[in-house]
């Protein structure tokens, strides 16, 4: 068959995405975005609590553009925190659904890619897949070192759409991808920033677990004596902790939203965005843009770090995610590493179209999917 009909899932911190493909024609997309509120009855439990209230949008997804079950060939959903593995497809195994429900590496709701692509495939007896997981490990031996041998640094970052804009910037460039030496910043709920070099990314912060910048919902890289004064203080549960660390960090923790539209919106324009969190009582516009301009300050010393990691010898600074659009947080963020290399802006990346052609893959070259 030369055409494959392909239903894509994206489920992240922030929003969830679904794409349904024919061939290669995108037949629709749809982009749900989420405040603090809306999940806020989610926030101390794990994520696969998650699971039917994002099953059903993928659902009525379908529904709404007239897209039967039946006329799905694959199903693919966004890799989740799994065990560090090498990059490619991979078909949904039980190991791997075992591994995503438990959150054996980190809870975060790109666990759900696999689960929900496995459920929605065996409504239609589809074929299920994930591609390039946010636990691709291609980092050099001395990036692992933490100052901790028992606690060192790991692999967990936004693997698929740093590797797909990565490609996209070599074509830019008129290079391989892999003699390319490329910093990679994916900015969304989280923050992650790659240093890519021979076709790997050879070191890059762990953004889901308290490393690098702070971003829209996390915390980042805190002052760790701080940080043990506070876990021990007894103010603090664990659960209250983790939240700190993700979920309830970052800006939200400074501005009442991780919504960094909304944020931009009230910042430019005085507007409130209904039920995005922002309260002009607690915070001010001025206050508001501070905020904002320190996430940028803190994304931009992490890029310049990853040029050391590169030897100062970088083709080009890459953006993408949907920070990649922010009116107020890019222009920062190039003013201040515009000097290092050239800056290229991928917006939102397009980790659907990379989705469905790793789908495309599978199905056509069964030999080319991994086993978990």
């Known amino acids: 068959m030369s055409e494959y009909n392909i239903l894509v899932i994206n489920p ?20 749900v975005r989420y405040s603090p509120e809306d999940l806020k009855a989610y926030e101390f439990k794990k994520v696969t609590s998650q699971y039917k209230f994002r099953k059903g949008l993928v659902l009525d997804a379908l529904k709404e553009h007239k897209v039967e079950l039946s006329e799905l060939h694959a199903v693919i959903g966004r890799g989740g925190v799994l065990r560090p593995i090498e990059g490619g497809v991979y078909a949904v195994s039980d190991n791997m659904l075992k591994d995503l429900k438990e959150g054996v590496m980190g809870d975060h709701p790109s666990n759900l890619g696999g689960i929900l692509a496995h459920n929605i495939a065996g409504m239609c007896g589809a074929a299920a897949f994930i591609a390039d997981p946010v636990t691709v490990d291609e980092m050099e031996p001395l990036a692992r070192y933490s100052g901790m041998p ?41 923050v992650s920033v790659g240093a890519h070099a021979g076709g790997r990314v050879v070191d890059v912060n762990n953004g ?18 701080g940080l043990i004064k506070m876990c021990f203080s007894g103010k603090y549960t664990l659960a209250d902790m983790k939240l700190k660390l993700k979920g ?53 010393k992490e890029i310049a770090a990853m040029a050391s990691v590169l030897e100062g010898k970088v083709d080009a600074i890459v953006l993408t995610g949907g920070l990649a659009y922010d009116q107020i947080v890019i222009p920062e963020i190039k003013r201040r590493v515009g000097w290092i290399a050239p800056v290229l802006s991928y917006p939102g990346g397009d980790e659907m179209s ?19």
Not at 167 to 181: E, M, N, S, T
Not at 208 to 225: K, N, Y
Not at 268 to 288: M, Q, W
């Open 12 to 31: 992240g911190s922030t929003s969830d995405e679904v794409s349904f493909f024919r061939g290669e024609k995108l037949v629709f997309h749809k982009i």
């Open 150 to 190: 028992e606690n060192p640094r790991i692999s967990i970052f936004h693997a698929l759409n740093q590797k797909r804009v990565a490609r996209h910037a070599a074509r830019q460039l008129g290079k391989p991808y892999a003699d390319c030496r490329l910093i990679v910043m994916h900015g969304g709920g989280g």
């Open 208 to 225: 889901l677990e308290g490393d690098g910048p702070f971003t829209p919902q996390r915390s980042g890289g805190v002052p760790a004596s």
């Open 248 to 300: 309830r960090g970052g800006l939200v923790a400074y501005t009442g939203t991780s919504d960094c539209l909304a944020l931009e919106k009230y910042i430019l324009t005085g507007e409130v965005k209904p039920n995005s969190g922002l309260d002009p009582a607690k915070i001010s516009r001025e206050k508001a843009k501070e905020a904002v301009l320190a996430m940028a300050y803190q994304i931009s």
């Open 354 to 372: 990379a989705l469905r052609a790793a789908a495309q893959t599978g199905l056509k070259r069964p030999a080319a999917v991994k086993v978990y």
